[in-house]
Structure formats: structure tokens, C-alpha cells
Antibody, heavy 119, light 112 residues
């Protein structure tokens, strides 16, 4: 079945650029669907960050758009997120997920990776 | 700030029925966009529970059901079980271009 696995730095300092990768197994990302990133600050709710198609077509949350860049590497069957100028407010568990066409739900999700921004 | 509002918590005894509301507006649920529900067990990633307002993915017990009317949607859990204790989130699309894909504020279900 489809599985997603996030990888990232864990701990960052303010103003740095966050870089996360989501490795997909059990499904070729070129077979269709968008692929998305969602984050969850500790003890808080979920926030959609953006989604990308295997062709590189993207759409981002307007509130984060100025700081977000997503990319895809079809040769490695993975996609990535970059978020620049991070602050403590960007501390969160970051999830990647398959973004289903048609209904636009997210399924399945990766296990998530905690990113802490602290000086 | 989420545009989909849920009650912070609901509770029920084992075997009881509980419902969780998800209130939106004419730019999301009221515009006819699909509503989806996710279950997040403690310390784990969200899992799709209901998609397209009323549909259950394979493997989701039929104790879980979804409905939608006007600018609101609801998730019902019948025959509440201890393993249902979790956070639940609704999600939809918003055409106001403020966030596009929006999640609800989340509801903690406690089994008494």
C-alpha cells in the first residue's frame, strides 16, 4: 500500500530555511494525484501548506505563499518543501500526504516530523 | 484562524452515540464543497475517516457516519468504544482564496 515518510532537520534557528522531504513508496507519484504538506503546531490544529503535482505544478496556502517552495523528484519518487525565514511560529509537526483529486481529501498521511525553531 | 468551527470537546459513555458538528460558511461547506473527516489518535498522524461528506474508506467501521446540510456537516459515532477516544477534524475547500484547503478547529472525543 501507499506509504509516505517525512525527513527533516528536527531543530532549527530563526531566519533559517526549513527543508523537508517526503519519500513515497508503494505508488509512483507520476501515476497521478497531487501531493501535499500539512503542519500542526504542538497542541493545535491542522494547517494546509501547499500541494504539488508530479509535473511541478503547485498551489500554496496564500498565508504562506511568500515563504514556500515545493518541488518534486520523480527519479527518487519523492517531493520536498522549503520554508524560508522561519520563526518560532513555524514550530510544528509537518506531515506529507497524498492529495486526492476530485474530493480533495488527504489520504494517506506520513507519520510526521517535528520541527522546532529555537535560538 | 480556521474557518470551520467545531466544538472543542464531546464525551459519551461506551455504547452511546455522539455527534461532532463542523460549521462553515457559503464559501466552503455551503457552496457544496465536499467535507472530509479525520481521526487523530494520540501521538499519531491523522487518518481519513469519512470522505465526500458520507463515504467511508475501506476498513473504517460503519459506526462512523457523516452528513451535511447547508453550511454545516456532522460526524456521528454510534456504539462509542474506548478506542474512539481521539481528536477529530473536518476539512473542506474554501473559495474565498484565504486558505483554499481548510481544516476544522478539532474536537476531542472522550469516552467516559
Amino acid at each position: 500500500q501507499v506509504q509516505l515518510q517525512e525527513s527533516g532537520p528536527g531543530l532549527m534557528k530563526p531566519s533559517e530555511t526549513l527543508s523537508l522531504t517526503c519519500a513515497v513508496s508503494g505508488y509512483s507519484i507520476t501515476s497521478g494525484y497531487y501531493w501535499g504538506w500539512i503542519r500542526q503546531p504542538p497542541g493545535k490544529g491542522l494547517e494546509w501548506i501547499g500541494s504539488i503535482f508530479h509535473t511541478g505544478s503547485t498551489y500554496y496556502n496564500p498565508s504562506l505563499k511568500s515563504r514556500v517552495t515545493m518541488s518534486v523528484d520523480t527519479s527518487k519518487n519523492q517531493f520536498s518543501l522549503m520554508l524560508n525565514s522561519v520563526t518560532a511560529a513555524d514550530t510544528a509537526v509537518y506531515y506529507c500526504a497524498r492529495h486526492m483529486g476530485g474530493t480533495h481529501c488527504f489520504d494517506p498521511w506520513g507519520q510526521g516530523t517535528l520541527v522546532t525553531v529555537s535560538s | 484562524q480556521s474557518v470551520l468551527t467545531q466544538p472543542p470537546s464531546v464525551s459519551g459513555a461506551p455504547g452511546q452515540r455522539v455527534t461532532i458538528s463542523c460549521t462553515g460558511s457559503n464559501s466552503n461547506i455551503g457552496a457544496g464543497y465536499d467535507v472530509h473527516w479525520y481521526q487523530q489518535l494520540p501521538g499519531t498522524a491523522p487518518k481519513l475517516l469519512i470522505y465526500g461528506d458520507t463515504n467511508r474508506p475501506s476498513g473504517v467501521p460503519d459506526r462512523f457516519s457523516g452528513s451535511k446540510s447547508g453550511t454545516s456537516a456532522s460526524l456521528a459515532i454510534t456504539g462509542l468504544q474506548a478506542e474512539d477516544e481521539a481528536d477529530y477534524y473536518c476539512q473542506s475547500y474554501d473559495s474565498s482564496l484565504t486558505t483554499l484547503y481548510v481544516f476544522g478547529t478539532g474536537t476531542k472525543v472522550t469516552v467516559l
